[in-house]
């Protein structure tokens, strides 16, 4: 099974451009608990959530395989008409690092899953703490 | 009089895969070679920086992500 986010990508261009994250299910065996996969782009600067890409509930995709695609960079557009660009850092999904745009992984059936697209600000946004690199510890 | 361009920092985050989100008010470094100030957040280059081995209550260190380069699980970061 393939779901496509169609509702982002009919919406407005500062949604439009985070929706090149795609959540794309495929299905196996039906899973009887109700439980969803949140997938969030999230800015590293302040852990604000940018925007939530897909809810998508786990029992519909049968407790198969997910896969989720990061692109390198999303942009967003403020009221004021002002670009910020960020780029892709690394995937934090049920807790676990992956470092490639792209993540394959079981989710947990019967249980909230979290697949968080994490950014740094690169330009135009407002305040943004811009730097020459940005070194992050990652913790668990 | 000439003068030399602003010093260039660079930002040092600590981030908890367990919770989502970065560690407020917390560094991760505990020693650095040079551009360095004990609590910051901040390096000015070019300087090595040692990661803190554990963040309590948040857990141990896993490695370090710098943005555009190799992810590495070595405590030192140049």
Redesign the interface.
């Known amino acids: 099974m393939k779901t496509t986010i169609n509702r982002l990508l009919t919406t407005q261009f500062h949604k439009a451009a985070l929706a090149a994250a795609l959540l794309l299910l495929a299905g196996a065996e039906l899973c009887r608990a109700s439980s969803n996969v949140t997938v969030t782009a ?1 800015n ?4 604000q959530v940018m925007y939530t890409l897909e809810i998508n509930p786990v029992a519909s995709s049968g407790c198969g395989e997910q896969s989720v695609t990061a692109p390198s960079e999303i942009s967003t557009v403020s009221k004021t008409g002002v670009a910020a660009t960020y ?1 892709f ?2 995937w ?1 999904v049920n ?3 992956h ?1 490639n745009p792209t993540v394959k992984f079981q989710p947990a059936c019967g249980a909230a899953n ?1 697949a ?1 697209a ?1 950014y ?1 600000p690169l330009g135009g946004c407002a305040g943004c ?1 811009l ?10 | 009089m000439r003068r030399l361009p602003p010093a ?11 919770d ?5 008010g917390s560094t ?2 505990a020693s650095a070679s040079s551009g360095w100030t004990a609590g910051s957040t ?1 390096v000015t ?1 070019p300087a090595t ?1 040692e ?2 081995p554990k ?1 309590p209550p ?14 590495t699980t070595d405590s030192s ?1 140049l």
Do not use: C, H
């Open positions: 999230q590293l600067a302040n852990s780029g850092q690394f934090d807790a676990q690092l470092t979290s968080v994490v740094w703490p730097r020459r690199r940005t070194a992050s510890s990652l913790t668990r | 260039t920092t660079d930002s040092v985050i600590a981030y908890s895969l367990n989502y989100m970065v560690i407020a991760p470094i901040s280059p920086i990661a803190l963040l948040y857990g141990e260190f896993k490695g370090w992500d710098v943005l555009f380069k190799p992810y970061l």
